[in-house]
């Protein structure tokens, strides 16, 4: 407002009325700043309080304190999807009791480990699950009665890999209960980008490998299936089971071609693996619609159309012909713009437009995210949606999830390799495929096509949930898995139990 001067701890009002407002302002008064903050200042709603050390010029400039500025700063602070960014951690500072890390490749990668044989972190365990068991006493009371009446052990250790913008957090219900049917260790680490797994920079992690040896992206999928087999060695293990849940379970997959040797079964939940249409015999389906139709109608039929047939016949050639030297002519130069579509995309992506983009897409959808991979979104409660959100809080999540998305949309498929539709039925290890009736992330339709392009595949689907079976329904998804692996290993393991209650 021109024309009021502050002398220290005194205004001055030349005029009768606040410019501002319609107060009335005693011309000349000189009134103290407490009387101002308390009275006028309270009445005026475009009224800025300065403190007492703050002084304003005639012209309208202004200077002002360094305990202001910072108290308008901590009002701005940022947040993504209710977490403070002004004060991330490193990772490391935010791990839990029982967690573990172990360096892979240049990568600290976050893990935890359920040992049945050992009770050392059943009470950090318990204190993680205490909301959810308190909320779902029935279900630990039948996990419990259904651990107690097990008699028979796998004896193999389990690897969990969780899905995308999951982490260790969500096998938190489920590691001792497995590790109960196992009879062994249960393991369930964070792939880069997600978790505490330590956020390395992808170009610099790069650029330190030579031409001939040059280090493979943290973020890719190829390093994520080489972390696994690296905790197979970690395990002091031949063979393991491999459970993978959502985009997890192309990673199980994946390492299931890279050693075949060393899983001995797969669990998919929830699979985010894209099934291939079942086979259909069209020629079959033309006989049986043939049979419909009397002698008189197809000899007719044949006549009156016969001559639009071959027109059409002649013209689909012709196309046919053109558009494969057309194809063959352009097939290089369409390659190579896929190819500079993906890396523009790529580059997008890594820039800080892409990665202003990604924190933006979390904030206004990550919390939503969660609630909906539920049957019920009301089971989403605070305490779980903290544990999705924790790792928003590790210094370059940000970056390393627009690097994470980058290196995804690079996996094209090496052209050595048969597209993943078709090497499906190449599994022959026992594969169980779990899913809710009701996910809206990953439809059970697709798991069911999906078991019947693997051979010999089971599926199981529950009912009344969503896209986690793992949280949602533990004591069933429990059981199912025993079941299965009893099944499987049952006889070949132990032949005498072959009567065990289940």
Same mark, same amino acid.
């Given at each position: &407002?021109?024309?009021?001067?502050? !002398?220290?701890?005194?205004?001055?009002?030349?005029?009768?009325?606040?410019?501002?407002?319609?107060?009335?302002?005693?011309?000349?008064?000189?009134?103290?700043?407490?009387?101002?903050? !308390?009275?006028?200042?309270?009445?005026?709603?475009?009224?800025?309080?300065?403190?007492?050390?703050?002084?304003?010029?005639?012209?309208?400039?202004?200077?002002?304190?360094?305990?202001?500025?910072? /108290?308008?700063?901590?009002?701005?602070?940022?947040? =993504?999807?209710?977490?403070?960014?002004?004060?991330?951690?490193?990772?490391?500072?935010? /791990?839990?009791?029982?967690?573990?890390?172990?360096?892979?490749?240049?990568?600290?990668?976050?893990?935890?480990?359920?040992?049945?044989?050992?009770?050392?972190?059943?009470?950090?365990?318990?204190?993680?699950?205490?909301?959810?068991?308190?909320?779902?006493?029935?279900?630990?009371?039948?996990?419990?009665?259904?651990?107690?009446?097990?008699?028979?052990?796998?004896?193999?250790?389990?690897?969990?890999?969780?899905? %995308?913008?999951?982490?260790?957090?969500?096998?938190?219900?489920? &590691?001792?209960?497995?590790?109960?049917?196992?009879?062994?260790?249960? #393991?369930?680490?964070?792939?880069?980008?997600?978790?505490?797994?330590? +956020?390395?920079?992808?170009?610099?992690?790069?650029?330190?490998?030579?031409?001939?040896?040059?280090?493979?992206?943290?973020?890719? #999928?190829?390093?994520?299936?080489?972390?696994?087999?690296?905790?197979?060695?970690?395990?002091?293990?031949?063979?393991?089971?491999?459970?993978?849940?959502?985009?997890?379970?192309?990673?199980?997959?994946?390492?299931?071609?890279?050693?075949?040797?060393?899983?001995?079964?797969?669990?998919?939940?929830?699979?985010?693996?894209?099934?291939?249409?079942?086979?259909?015999?069209? /020629?079959?389906?033309?006989?049986?619609?043939?049979?419909?139709?009397?002698?008189?109608?197809?000899?007719?039929?044949?006549?009156?159309?016969?001559?639009? =047939?071959?027109?059409?016949? =002649?013209?689909?050639?012709?196309?046919?012909?053109?558009?494969?030297?057309?194809?063959?002519?352009?097939?290089?130069?369409?390659?190579?713009?896929?190819? &500079?579509?993906?890396?523009?995309?790529?580059?997008?992506?890594?820039?800080?437009?892409?990665?202003?983009?990604?924190?933006?897409?979390?904030?206004? %959808?990550?919390?939503?995210?969660?609630?909906?991979?539920? !049957?019920?979104?009301?089971?989403?409660?605070?305490?779980? #949606?903290?544990?999705?959100?924790?790792?928003?809080?590790?210094?370059?999540?940000?970056?390393?999830?627009?690097? %994470?998305? /980058?290196?995804?949309?690079?996996?094209?498929?090496?052209?050595?390799?048969?597209?993943?539709?078709? +090497?499906?039925?190449?599994?022959?290890?026992?594969?169980?495929?779990?899913?809710?009736?009701?996910?809206?992330?990953?439809?059970?339709?697709?798991?069911?096509?999906?078991?019947?392009?693997?051979?010999?595949?089971?599926?199981?689907?529950?009912?009344?949930?969503?896209?986690?079976?793992?949280?949602?329904?533990?004591?069933? %998804?429990?059981?199912?898995?025993?079941?299965?692996?009893?099944?499987?290993?049952?006889?070949?393991?132990?032949?005498? #139990?072959?009567?065990?209650?289940?």
């Amino acid at each position: &407002m021109s024309g009021i001067v502050f !002398h220290q701890q005194q205004v001055v009002f030349p005029s009768h009325h606040c410019k501002c407002c319609s107060v009335p302002r005693i011309k000349g008064e000189r009134v103290g700043f407490p009387y101002l903050q !308390h009275g006028y200042a309270d009445s005026c709603p475009k009224f800025v309080k300065l403190s007492p050390h703050a002084v304003v010029s005639g012209s309208g400039g202004a200077q002002y304190s360094e305990q202001w500025l910072d /108290a308008r700063k901590k009002q701005k602070r940022e947040k =993504i999807a209710g977490i403070d960014q002004d004060e991330l951690l490193d990772p490391l500072l935010l /791990a839990d009791a029982d967690s573990c890390f172990c360096e892979f490749r240049g990568v600290q990668i976050h893990h935890k480990v359920y040992d049945a044989e050992s009770q050392s972190n059943n009470a950090e365990s318990q204190s993680n699950d205490a909301e959810s068991q308190s909320n779902n006493s029935s279900q630990s009371h039948t996990i419990s009665q259904i651990a107690h009446n097990r008699s028979w052990k796998l004896g193999l250790p389990m690897i969990l890999l969780h899905g %995308f913008g999951a982490s260790v957090y969500s096998w938190s219900r489920v &590691m001792k209960p497995l590790a109960e049917v196992t009879g062994s260790k249960v #393991l369930a680490f964070d792939r880069p980008a997600f978790g505490l797994t330590s +956020r390395v920079d992808a170009s610099t992690y790069l650029s330190t490998g030579t031409n001939a040896a040059k280090p493979l992206n943290p973020y890719s #999928l190829a390093f994520s299936v080489l972390a696994t087999l690296h905790f197979i060695d970690f395990l002091a293990s031949e063979k393991i089971v491999l459970v993978g849940h959502s985009a997890g379970s192309l990673v199980a997959v994946d390492s299931y071609f890279e050693a075949p040797e060393c899983i001995e079964a797969l669990i998919l939940i929830a699979p985010a693996i894209f099934a291939p249409n079942a086979a259909q015999k069209p /020629a079959e389906q033309d006989k049986a619609g043939r049979e419909n139709q009397t002698e008189g109608e197809i000899s007719n039929s044949n006549m009156l159309a016969k001559p639009f =047939i071959k027109i059409f016949e =002649i013209l689909l050639k012709f196309i046919t012909c053109i558009t494969q030297a057309i194809v063959q002519m352009t097939k290089g130069m369409t390659d190579m713009l896929n190819l &500079m579509y993906k890396r523009t995309l790529s580059a997008i992506l890594r820039s800080a437009f892409g990665v202003m983009l990604i924190r933006v897409i979390i904030d206004k %959808f990550g919390r939503a995210a969660v609630r909906s991979a539920w !049957h019920d979104p009301n089971q989403a409660t605070e305490h779980v #949606l903290n544990g999705y959100t924790k790792p928003l809080r590790a210094k370059g999540w940000d970056k390393a999830l627009a690097e %994470f998305t /980058a290196a995804t949309l690079a996996n094209a498929q090496p052209e050595s390799k048969s597209p993943m539709s078709k +090497r499906l039925s190449e599994i022959s290890c026992p594969v169980l495929i779990i899913t809710g009736d009701n996910d809206r992330i990953v439809p059970s339709w697709n798991a069911k096509r999906l078991s019947q392009a693997i051979p010999g595949s089971c599926l199981e689907v529950i009912k009344n949930c969503g896209h986690l079976p793992h949280e949602e329904k533990v004591d069933e %998804f429990v059981s199912i898995v025993y079941k299965f692996l009893h099944g499987a290993f049952g006889d070949q393991k132990e032949p005498s #139990l072959q009567g065990a209650v289940v």
